[in-house]
């Protein structure tokens, strides 16, 4: 047998990518006969999250963010995904555990769709608290809810550049300390590619030339890795002397004006024990001396690089503003911006509510996720135009975007919310004081429903919305501005699944998640809605049509049935393809409006004396349309 030597770094290397593919951070065991072959036969080849396994809700949420940053793309715009806060359960069950980690699993799905729908997604970035950690978090715990975590993102973020840092959470500091090497080799590792300014705790920077922006990223929680909550320092001088040296860094390049610098971190860097960070950050942007550890960085001559903002985690909201620097306990607002990434964790809203320092944390809405829908986890698409000179933040989920000038322009957000409803003016952002003007229109088929606008949390539609023209109209823009339009469908039937009841004779239009059986009882089935007992008037001769958005019959559990007035079954339960097989069976009709059509007559015989029926079919009840002798239009 041939012998061949190697080294300690390259087996490393080959054991890390490995783990990279799997999301795993377990320990690889080197064998003298097949080296790593064993965990190479462990990869899957297949993938956790599949594209055909994705809900339409994530898709169609993620495809209306994708819409968003195309509006605004120009040729110099950097586009980056930020997610924050996550907050897992994982294989911990305390009663949250479900709508936990179904929210964050559909965040990962998310951002793969994004990774392939976004016209260009330069880097990546996760803020930190990747896990619940609560006192009731070991570290096996933690490990589990990492490799899960992990794996979801490594998917979604396969090829491109990422940033992770380190949360509270995540040191384990309310059970116990994982310690560095932990955290290094779940967070800090993803930072490859980047300029390390410690592997070990993984701050770093990774330069986007052809952007000409710098991205920081921080380790804001590296005192709480060894020191937990009580931790004297977050930023260890050392780090702080890093920072301070790689603003220095860019600000002094040759071209540095065309430059921008964006910040990384879990904490924002006027919270608590991070504003030492904020303090060399406004020592930047103004060109002064910064102290470090009785070490003098001076800025002036080296700041030509423009600040961006200081993107970051943990106070789980929306909230944005300028960064703070601390003097003698008090806050002293300064020309930077910093910008809070929600939290994808279903629970927890705007649950960082507070002034320290007497800055204030909180964000004054909180937006509560709904279970099931594109609004159970949130997180930002971010647009940088330097030529603009402004951050768009479009919210993926529950939330509301943003609009950051980070010149002198002031501007406002413009979120429209509208269903089945197009607007003449696709825009934003309005800078302000200016006039705002749309025009909303129903799509064809339906009529407006309602609107509403509002500024600044000021509901202004009586004096800003015309009814009978449709149009919009603001003098000038003051705040943020969000318009809520709804149009509902124009229709010349009577959709009978609403006047459906129960055998108490209640009201019960339909129930997701089951189909009728083959003795007319409910039977759970996923994906498929039936409706109650929807009264009859006994006939044999009618035309029964089903339909509506994304419903659908012609496979197995679409079903329906007659039953007698004390609710019994009346024959037999009729599958979708038993329809049209003998005279003795309801016959097709064809109508390309419905998702089935069919006639019943005198040699039908169940219909005939029934009371009820009851139909099943795949889709949302909300969405199920069932017609007697109309047609549905």
């Known amino acids: 047998m041939s012998e061949y030597l190697t080294n300690g770094a390259a087996l490393t290397h080959t054991a890390d990518r490995i783990r990279a593919k799997t999301g795993s951070a377990a320990k690889l065991t080197w064998d003298d006969t097949k080296g790593f072959g064993d965990a190479v036969d462990a990869i899957s080849a297949k993938e956790s999250i599949q594209h055909a396994e994705i809900p339409d809700y994530v898709k169609a949420e993620a495809l209306s963010v994708t819409e968003k940053v195309r509006r605004v793309l120009k040729d110099d715009s950097i586009v980056f995904a930020a997610v924050s806060d996550f907050h897992h359960a994982g294989p911990q069950t305390d009663g949250w555990q479900t709508n936990i980690n179904a ?101 770093c920077y990774r330069d986007f030339p ?19 909550a009580s931790a004297p320092k977050i930023f260890s001088d050392a780090q702080l002397m890093w920072f301070a040296e790689t603003l220095s860094d860019v600000g002094g390049k040759a071209d540095a004006a065309k430059w921008g610098i964006l910040v990384l971190a879990h904490y924002p860097l006027d919270l608590g024990g991070a504003y030492p960070a904020g303090n060399i950050v406004k020592a930047y942007v103004n060109g002064e001396v910064a102290v470090v550890g009785g070490e003098r960085i001076n800025f002036q001559g080296k700041n030509a690089a423009k600040f ?143 609107v ?111 039953y007698n007035a004390d609710f019994s079954l009346k024959g037999n339960v009729l599958g979708y393809n038993q329809l049209g097989n003998s005279i003795y069976f309801p016959t097709k009709v064809e109508d390309p409006n419905a998702a089935a059509a069919f006639s019943t007559d005198e040699n039908v015989a169940p219909p005939k004396g029934a009371k009820y029926f009851r139909v099943s079919a795949k889709g949302k009840g909300a969405d199920l349309i069932v017609t007697l002798d109309e047609e549905i239009t």
């Open 103 to 203: 929210g964050n699993l559909h965040a990962c799905m998310a951002l793969k769709v994004l990774a392939y729908s976004l016209p260009r997604l330069d880097f990546a970035c996760m803020l930190g608290d990747v896990t619940f950690g609560n006192a009731k978090t070991t570290t096996e715990l933690m490990q589990a809810q990492f490799d899960e975590i992990n794996g979801w993102l490594g998917e979604a973020w396969r090829d491109v550049p990422q940033f992770r840092t380190v949360g509270n959470h995540d040191t384990g500091e309310y059970s116990t300390l994982v310690g560095a090497a932990f955290l290094k080799n779940n967070i800090g590792k993803y930072n490859e590619g980047a300029v390390y300014g410690s592997a070990e705790y993984g701050y």
């Open 210 to 228: 052809d952007r000409k922006l710098r991205v920081i990223c921080l380790n804001a929680c590296e005192g709480e890795t060894t020191g937990g």
């Open 308 to 450: 961006v903002a200081n993107v970051h985690g943990h106070n789980h909201c929306f909230q944005f503003g300028k960064l703070h620097s601390v003097e003698n306990g008090k806050g002293t607002q300064f020309d930077a911006w910093r910008m809070c990434t929600p939290n994808a964790c279903f629970y927890r809203n705007n649950s960082g509510v507070v002034t320290m320092y007497g800055i204030p944390f909180g964000d004054p809405a909180a937006y509560d996720k709904t279970a099931g829908t594109g609004k159970d986890t949130a997180f930002n698409i971010n647009v940088i135009n330097p030529s603009e000179q402004v951050i768009y933040s479009f919210c993926y989920g529950a939330g509301t975007d943003r609009t950051i000038g980070y010149a002198a322009t002031v501007y406002h957000s413009i979120t429209n919310t509208l269903t089945h409803v197009t607007t003449s003016n696709d825009a934003v952002a309005a800078e302000d004081g200016t006039e705002y003007t749309a025009a909303l229109s129903a799509v064809s088929g339906y009529t407006m429903e309602t």
């Open 452 to 562: 509403s606008v509002t500024m600044g949390g000021v509901d202004i539609t009586a004096s800003a919305y015309t009814e009978s023209s449709g149009v919009i109209r603001i003098a000038k823009v003051t705040g943020d501005v969000v318009i809520t339009a709804k149009a509902t469908k124009v229709v010349s039937y009577h959709n009978l699944v609403p006047i459906a009841v129960d055998t108490s004779g209640a009201s019960a239009p339909y129930t997701d998640g089951q189909m009728l059986s083959s003795s007319g009882v409910l039977s759970a089935y996923s994906h498929f809605t039936t409706t109650g007992f929807i009264p009859f008037d006994g006939g044999a001769v009618h035309i029964y049509r089903i339909g509506g958005d994304g419903i659908a019959w012609n496979e197995y559990g679409a079903r329906l049935a007659w």
